[in-house]
């Protein structure tokens, strides 16, 4: 078994439909961008494995369903694995309903190459939003930000700002969140105002297009680690520069 901490991977899409393809498509990505990976099992009720001889058929038909039943590559010592879940209009912005798709792999050197290419393989073949990738160790501060407390209000560590829960957000092209890696969508980067040719510098140094129009911005050049003074302060003065993310500035 590995021990190296998860790279997490987040994309958040429109709601399925009936002969969707977007499960395959989110597949497909990763296999791509990652030398060598097929994901081609599942995991039984029984909690064993069973491959899949013909996963994208058995993919198609349970988008019929509105389902994106976790597969995984099948191995233990280095485990891949990507779902998707349907979030109800209750729990979305503006009120749409969503599908999102997790994805979670070891964060090694091959997987930090191609990190950038698998998330913005994994949001456009969703058709997504916005999305992210960062690490796991991170992402439980960064999920802080909007956790309630027992007292009410969230209470985020490490002087992170506090954010809105989901469903309080205005639209679903606003990010609620940053990460290491983050995908926008041409609709988010503008709802967001990126870029900007004279703010946004040093973002653009680190940023790349993608096909739909889209940007994957990096915000530190090694994996997101919060306890690095540095990557800290990368992550609060891109807060500052954005503060429609997580529902800060609504109009």
Request: some cysteine; glycine content about 6%; charged content about 20%.
């Amino acid at each position: 078994m590995t021990h190296q901490s998860p790279l997490i991977l987040n994309a958040y899409a429109p709601a399925l439909v009936r002969d969707d393809n977007r499960t395959i498509a989110a597949v497909h990505a990763l296999e791509r961008a990652l030398s060598g990976l097929r994901l081609e099992w599942r995991v039984t009720e029984r909690r064993k494995l069973a491959a899949l001889p013909q996963r994208d058929a058995w993919l198609a038909e349970a988008t019929t369903r509105g389902e994106f039943p976790m597969i995984c590559n099948g191995d233990e010592r280095y485990p891949v694995m990507i779902s998707g879940q349907h979030e109800s209009a209750y729990v979305s912005p503006g009120g749409q309903p969503q599908l999102q798709v997790h994805a979670k792999l070891p964060l090694d050197a091959a997987v930090i190459s191609a990190a950038a290419e698998m998330l913005a393989g994994l949001a456009e073949g969703t058709r997504a939003f916005w999305g992210h990738a960062t690490p796991d160790d991170a992402a439980v501060d960064i999920a802080y930000q909007t956790a309630p407390t027992q007292q009410g209000p969230p209470s985020p560590r490490r002087g992170l700002p506090s954010l809105k829960l989901f469903e309080h957000i205005r639209a679903p092209e606003i990010p609620y969140y940053l990460g290491w890696l983050n995908y926008w969508s041409a609709a988010a980067a503008q709802a967001i105002g990126f870029p900007d040719s004279t703010r946004d510098a040093e973002l653009l140094s680190r940023a790349r297009r993608t096909a739909s129009g889209g940007w994957v911005v990096q915000l530190t050049d090694a994996p997101l680690d919060l306890d690095d003074p540095a990557h800290l302060d990368a992550l609060k003065r891109a807060y500052e520069r954005f503060p429609e993310i997580g529902g800060r500035a609504e109009p």
